[in-house]
């Protein structure tokens, strides 16, 4: 008993720390009560899943019975919220990673990248990075994480190494991925919806906009200038034991070898991927992206290059859950207005204390962003504190890819961004080790933010 | 060669895969939508009818369908995506979700053997009192922590008397029948006695609040309902006692046996106390609570405190839990709301009803007997609950009260005694390979009229009363 | 009698009987237990049961665990069990397999596929596997993914309307046994012609002729009265053949329609060897193939050899 509450004390206090708000603290006047419910539960949510003293599952269970029972909302609502494309793309990706692996690409694609960084750990750790990075421009950082987890996890199963040395390694390789995803996710308007918002933000708000090449040209510059520092950071939070992966690449070649050729349901695996993209890329807004993605695992499904029972093993639907319930909290802090009401509160606060200059201004949007990305996902961060950033005054433009770049630094919390999630869906970080690295990542990102706008963007002006 | 070996044997194990394609094909391009009916509310139909195929003739995993269902409600424009994903999930899926994750939490605290014990004291050494005592039960039990949970639980504790009471079950096949189906037809009229019997049940709550026919509470539910339960359960023994007439009866040496093998577990641990006691919670904010918050958050509720008090592993769950129904329900749910929001299931119900109307003259008896029919057949091919998802658009379109019809369509999806593939009980005693699927027809005719009757009986004496 | 020290394949062969339950596959069991002693081959079990509907995949599988801590056995696993003592009792001279203890608790579960570890299964080359769904599919993908060479397949349950799909797809010879019955005496009944299988199957029936002490009839059917050279010269190389091995061999040319000649010849006193057709896929899939088409219309005992 007494070791039940010992073991979960941050459980105990986060329901007292709800229960005393709940009961006896009164809700601000300029809050809704329902508004208020959703930050207490808001509140609670980020206690336990910083100190997870109940399996992360298990708190979005909570989110969701008490979206219904102390926020007012009905069951169906409720499900509404939870449900929608982008948990879709969440549980797509997560299946055709399944896919990739049961099919043994996993292993080729690793070897290939291998074969461009050479066997040292730090120039593997630097590839996963820089690839992720520069894909994520691209394609998105969701897919980008879903596709190079399995490749990393593949170095890891091959790596000789157990016990700490095999967990530095994993949270080494697997933090490349998602930080390089989320560094990467800036640099082009499809990075991520997040930056569509931005742009159109931009239409209906300041009356100005900034082309595809234009965005380019300012951002970058910063994903060039953050790609060296991330690897630097993780590879000393994280310091691997090996300084070679021989081994791990020996194995890794004798089983490609083994393999032979291509076989044509590798073939057709890589047929139907090529598919999927050319689907994202061109129907991605037409159909939505979970639609694609779910198109893609049915046709994986119906030529039977994976079977549902590899799937439903090999997909970790705590973290499916988990996602889901945060995008539902992220909506109701929307349409309660609890979101503007925080946005807005800590604006004029500390737009009280500090004078009115540009400066100031600057930091107050990249403070905001930084501190809502990390609570709720970026893209409703960029739509709730888009219209505030751009009614701050100063240059319509820089505040908001300021507040844009910022809402990426959700390094703190496995649920703070998507690439954060799938890789803890791996089993293999845990919930503290996102705080370990992501303090230090976050001081990089604002640093580089600060160069970028003192020394780059006034080029442009 | 041996790629169009390949091929070939693909294209044999989905035939009924490339055969449903067609048919859609052939709808969507060359089939002109009739004339009373618009083009999404057809294009819905087209999905739901290729949907059904697969099903039935399962090419193509069932999670694969769900998707089926998902996307293709987006490629032909129904609803944008995210309306398509917010209509995926409701109190009913989350109902599914968490019933399926109680049953592991549950059955894993090795409580069934107190149920044996707590059976056996009850009902003594004869043959005929154990069966009657299997059925009720599980009937009982079935009512309030579902049919699934309840038969995974009371099948162990039948193996093993049969086993005790011979060597070779089969040698003692109407006594092993007996003890089984009283499980499984047990389990399975029981369900139908509270929401929270099965998942089919929610689904008909939720269609009912979804569609504005109103609510109806836990109790109320178990006021109209339950009495069919208790008028069901002795009529069942007699049904499986003349159908099956066990070998033996008497069986003394077997109870015995078994009671030396349960007493070994012990007294009861505080473990086994909390578990009884958190089900308890979860039953009591089920009948309380429901209206306000919802049958399916009460479950979740219940699951996070199984996980919370370390009652069960987050592992556990993730592995035992079938994440493709969930899915599979999910859309079958969200093409259902899409039949009756597009108007196809009112021009189904209207078809049904100026066919058979010249047939059945009494309104009222038609939409009943339709919605019985319809649900009852159907609900022997495919699963309980999918009858209910599917034909529940429909049946609520017949006219005439809705609560009373959507009563009947969740009491007749019950009706699933002929095949192995209705219930998860009957799936669950086939599974042990000792009663065969004749054995099904041979019980299952005088079951289905026996409900059909007492169900008549509860729709024409007891309903008007209320 | 002189004999050759007889050498098939430097690869040991590996042979694979399904068995479907205690009461009807006891003659399937002995037949693969003794033609894999005959070839000296490993033997795998292989219980292909039903698959419970989906829907109710998780309660089923929930029920099982429960079971487990019951002490009581998935069904199939008893059937196995069954295999592995009937195995003990049919080879008493194997002191390997004496050994084996079976243990329902150490199985390996993996791609819907359950192996039942066997402790010092070196010597006594036996595997026990569980499977389940559809019976073709999953003998199919057991075959492939195990190289069986063999499939043994016991004709109590109705294969009749599987004959088609098993021949055809289905990646290793099979040996169907309809209506075995292990008191009469039966002849060995090789067709021969010019397809390139036939030199395998003459080598397959000597081994077992040999072994077994059954006498040797070759057929040739030609559908017109000439017989072309390359049957000619089959029959031929298969008569010397067995004349190297010392083993007796009467030969028949018959005229007609193959599959009905076939079928009148084997009566049901004969144990009939063929080689796999060697048309294309389609073809076969449209308008069947001889050993299809034997296997559909007699009830003797037939091994396909591809």
């Given at each position: ?37 959703i930050?207490?539960i808001?509140?609670?949510t ?11 599952p298990?708190i979005a269970l909570q989110v969701i019975f008490w979206q219904v029972i102390?926020g007012?909302s009905t069951p169906n609502e409720v499900g509404g919220y939870f449900m929608s494309d982008a948990v879709f793309f969440m549980m ?198 979970g ?26 639907w705590g973290v499916v859950l988990l996602f889901a319930s945060t995008i539902s909290i992220g909506v109701q802090m929307k349409n ?40 709720i996902s970026?893209?409703a ?34 649920v ?5 999630t ?40 | ?69 998902l ?10 995506a995210n309306n398509v994903a917010s209509s995926f999930m409701n109190d009913a899926v989350f109902f599914i979700m968490g ?107 939720n ?86 918050f919802g049958?399916g958050i009460?479950a979740l509720l219940?699951v996070f ?18 994440w493709?129904?969930i899915l599979?329900f999910g859309s079958?749910i969200s ?132 | ?306």
């Amino acid at each position: 008993m007494i070791f039940w509450v010992q073991q979960k004390r941050w459980l105990l206090i986060a329901l007292a720390v709800g229960a005393i708000l709940y009961f006896f603290v009164p809700h601000p006047q300029s809050l809704s009560l329902e508004a208020y419910h959703i930050l207490i539960i808001m509140l609670m949510t980020l206690i336990m899943i910083l100190k997870e003293p109940i399996p992360l599952p298990a708190i979005a269970l909570q989110v969701i019975f008490w979206q219904v029972i102390i926020g007012g909302s009905t069951p169906n609502e409720v499900g509404g919220y939870f449900m929608s494309d982008a948990v879709f793309f969440m549980m797509g990706s997560l299946m055709l990673a399944v896919a990739i692996v049961s099919q043994g690409l996993d292993k080729r694609l690793a070897l290939f990248l291998v074969s461009l960084t050479g066997n040292r750990t730090w120039r593997i750790v630097a590839g996963f990075t820089l690839t992720a990075a520069l894909l994520s421009s691209v394609i998105g950082p969701h897919l980008v994480t879903a596709i190079l987890l399995p490749v990393a996890l593949t170095l890891i199963r091959f790596s000789p190494d157990r016990g700490k040395g095999l967990v530095a390694l994993s949270a080494a390789l697997l933090f490349a991925i998602a930080y390089g995803a989320n560094v990467g996710s800036i640099g082009t308007p499809s990075g991520g919806p997040r930056n569509v918002i931005m742009m159109n933000y931009w239409q209906e708000f300041a009356f100005t906009s900034l082309s595809y090449l234009g965005w380019i040209r300012r951002v970058y510059p910063m994903v060039l200038l953050e790609i060296p520092f991330s690897v630097w950071i993780i590879l000393k939070t994280f310091p691997p034991e090996q300084q070679h992966m021989d081994s791990a690449v020996r194995h890794l070649l004798v089983e490609v070898r083994r393999d032979g050729k291509i076989s044509p349901a590798q073939g057709l695996t890589l047929v139907l991927l090529a598919l999927m993209l050319l689907g994202w890329v061109f129907f991605g807004e037409q159909l939505g992206m979970g639609t694609i993605a779910l198109i893609g695992v049915f046709l994986f499904m119906v030529t039977g290059l994976v079977q549902w029972k590899e799937i439903s093993a090999g997909v970790n639907w705590g973290v499916v859950l988990l996602f889901a319930s945060t995008i539902s909290i992220g909506v109701q802090m929307k349409n309660t207005g609890a979101a503007i009401w925080l946005a807005e509160g800590s604006v004029s606060i500390l737009g009280s204390l500090l004078p009115n200059l540009d400066w100031v201004r600057a930091i107050l949007s990249v403070g905001l962003s930084v501190g809502m990305a990390n609570l709720i996902s970026p893209s409703a961060t960029v739509a709730v504190a888009g219209p505030i950033v751009l009614n701050l005054g100063g240059d319509p433009i820089l505040l908001g890819l300021a507040s844009v770049i910022a809402s990426a630094f959700g390094y703190f919390t496995a649920v703070a961004a998507p690439a954060c999630t799938i890789i803890y869906s791996s089993g293999l970080v845990k919930a503290p080790d996102f705080l370990k690295a992501g303090w230090k990542m976050a001081l990089m990102s604002i640093l580089s933010l600060t160069v970028i706008a003192l020394f780059w963007w006034p080029l442009f002006s | 060669m041996n790629i169009y070996i390949d091929i070939l044997f693909w294209v044999r194990q989905k035939k009924w895969f490339l055969f449903t394609l067609l048919y859609g094909l052939v709808m969507y391009q060359w089939v002109s939508p009739p004339p009373d009916l618009n083009l999404a509310g057809y294009h819905a139909l087209i999905i739901i009818s290729m949907a059904l195929i697969l099903i039935i003739t399962e090419p193509l995993p069932l999670p694969a369908i769900a998707m089926f269902m998902l996307f293709m409600q987006v490629v032909w424009g129904l609803d944008t995506a995210n309306n398509v994903a917010s209509s995926f999930m409701n109190d009913a899926v989350f109902f599914i979700m968490g019933s399926l994750m109680l049953a592991v939490a549950i059955v894993s605290q090795g409580l069934d053997k107190r149920l044996a014990l707590g059976i056996i004291k009850l009902t003594g050494h004869k043959t005929w009192r154990i069966i009657a005592g299997f059925t009720a039960i599980s009937a009982i039990l079935s009512s309030f922590i579902g049919e699934h949970t309840v038969a995974a639980m009371m099948m162990p504790v039948g193996l093993t008397l049969v086993r005790y009471a011979h060597k070779d079950p089969r040698k003692v096949a109407g006594l092993t029948a007996a003890l089984l189906f009283s499980i499984a037809y047990g389990a399975t009229i029981g369900s139908i006695g509270t929401p929270s019997g099965g998942g089919r049940n929610v689904i008909m709550m939720n269609y009912w609040s979804e569609f504005g026919a109103g609510s109806v509470s836990y109790l109320e539910w178990m006021k109209y309902v339950y009495p069919m339960v208790i008028i069901e359960i002795p009529i069942t023994v007699l049904i499986l006692l003349w159908t099956f007439r066990p070998e033996q009866t008497n069986l003394d040496s077997a109870v015995r046996k078994l009671i030396i093998d349960v007493a070994r577990a012990g007294k009861m641990k505080g473990r086994e106390w909390l578990a009884i006691f958190l089900f308890i919670l979860v039953f009591l904010g089920w009948v309380f609570l429901s209206e306000a918050f919802g049958l399916g958050i009460i479950a979740l509720l219940g699951v996070f405190l199984y996980l919370a008090f370390g009652l069960v592993e987050w592992r556990e769950l993730n592995r035992k839990t079938n994440w493709g129904v969930i899915l599979l329900f999910g859309s079958a749910i969200s093409i259902g709301i899409q039949m009756y929001d597009t108007g196809a299931a009112e021009w189904v119900a209207h078809i049904i009803i100026t066919n058979l109307g010249r047939v059945i003259e009494s309104p009222t008896m038609l939409q009943g007997s339709v919605s019985v029919l319809l649900t009852g057949a159907m609900s022997n091919v495919l699963s309980s609950s999918a009858t209910v998802a599917v034909v529940g658009p429909i049946v609520l379109d017949l006219g005439g009260d809705p609560i009373l019809i959507g009563f009947m369509t969740a009491i007749a999806s019950a009706f699933g005694y002929f095949t192995a593939v209705a219930a998860p009980a009957c799936t669950i005693i086939y599974s042990s390979g000792l009663v065969k699927s004749k054995d099904f027809l041979r019980a299952g005719w005088k079951m289905g009229v026996l409900s059909v009757v007492s169900l008549l009986l509860l729709s024409l004496i007891w309903w008007p009363m209320l | 009698m002189k004999k050759k020290p007889t050498k098939i394949e430097t690869k040991a062969l590996k042979f694979l009987t399904a068995v479907s339950s205690v009461e009807y596959s006891k003659p399937t069991l002995k037949m693969g237990s003794l033609i894999a002693s005959v070839f000296d081959a490993s033997l795998g079990v292989v219980y292909v049961g039903e698959k419970a509907s989906e829907f109710h995949g998780s309660s089923v599988n929930l029920t099982r665990h429960n079971l487990d801590n019951w002490n009581i056995i998935h069904p199939g696993l008893e059937v196995l069990e069954w295999a592995l003592k009937e195995l003990k009792k049919l080879n008493p001279e194997n002191r390997d397999l004496a050994k084996i203890q079976f243990n329902p608790d150490h199985v390996y579960e993996e791609d819907g596929r359950v192996l039942v570890i066997l402790p010092n299964e070196d010597g006594s080359r036996v595997e026990l596997i569980l499977r389940e769904g559809e019976l073709v599919n999953e003998l199919r993908k057991e075959i492939q993914l195990e190289g069986y060479d063999l499939a043994i397949i016991g004709g109590s349950q109705n294969k009749r309307h599987l004959a088609h799909s098993l021949i055809q797809y289905l990646p290793s010879s099979i040996f169907v046994l309809q209506k075995f019955n292990p008191r009469v005496k039966y002849k060995l009944l090789l067709l021969v012609d010019d397809s390139s299988a036939t030199s395998k199957s003459v080598k397959w029936g000597a081994l077992i002729a040999e072994k077994l002490g059954w006498p040797v009839r070759t057929l040739t059917v030609s559908k017109t009265k000439r017989f072309g050279e390359g049957y000619m010269g089959a029959a031929a190389t298969a008569k010397k053949y067995f004349d190297d091995k010392g083993i007796e061999v009467e030969q028949f040319f018959l005229t007609g329609d193959p599959v009905r000649t076939f079928v009148e010849f084997a009566a049901d006193n004969h144990f009939v060897i063929m080689g796999a057709s060697t048309l294309n896929p389609v073809k076969q899939l449209l308008f069947g193939s001889k050993p299809i088409k034997t296997l559909e219309q007699t009830d003797v005992p037939i091994l396909i050899v591809r």
